[in-house]
Nanobody, 114 residues
Framework: QVQLVESGGGLVQSGGSLRLSCAASGTVFTYYTLGWYRQAPGKQRELVATSNAAGYKVYADAVKGRFTISRVNANNEVHLQMDSLKPEDTAVYYC????????WGVGTQVTVSS
């Protein structure tokens, strides 16, 4: 059974940093696109950052220069380093793994206070 388990969310002041981690299990994710999406209250889920199997990274414009995605294929892990956080980054952050099929974690709350 494939599982994605997020950790590292929490409450932080504006300008602070958080590091999200996602541990994947149930299959080998080396050839998957791994990434992070987020959903704020009343808004649709949106892409934050992804890293494909070749290591090509995509970032949402809103997080470019502040967030960094990294993956450790040997451990089936993907991380999101979030710096210079803003109140508008407040959302539930979901880990994503996709290839022919897609998998999602249950999400971790990130709250940035002003």
């Amino acid at each position: 059974q494939v599982q994605l388990v997020e950790s590292g969310g929490g409450l932080v002041q504006s300008g602070g940093s958080l590091r999200l981690s996602c541990a994947a299990s149930g299959t080998v994710f080396t050839y998957y696109t791994l990434g992070w999406y987020r959903q704020a209250p009343g808004k649709q889920r949106e892409l934050v950052a992804t890293s494909n199997a070749a290591g090509y990274k995509v970032y949402a414009d809103a997080v470019k220069g502040r967030f960094t995605i990294s993956r450790v294929n040997a451990n089936n892990e993907v991380h999101l380093q979030m710096d210079s956080l803003k109140p508008e980054d407040t959302a539930v952050y979901y880990c994503y793994a996709g290839r022919k099929e897609e998998y999602w974690g249950v999400g971790t709350q990130v709250t940035v206070s002003s």
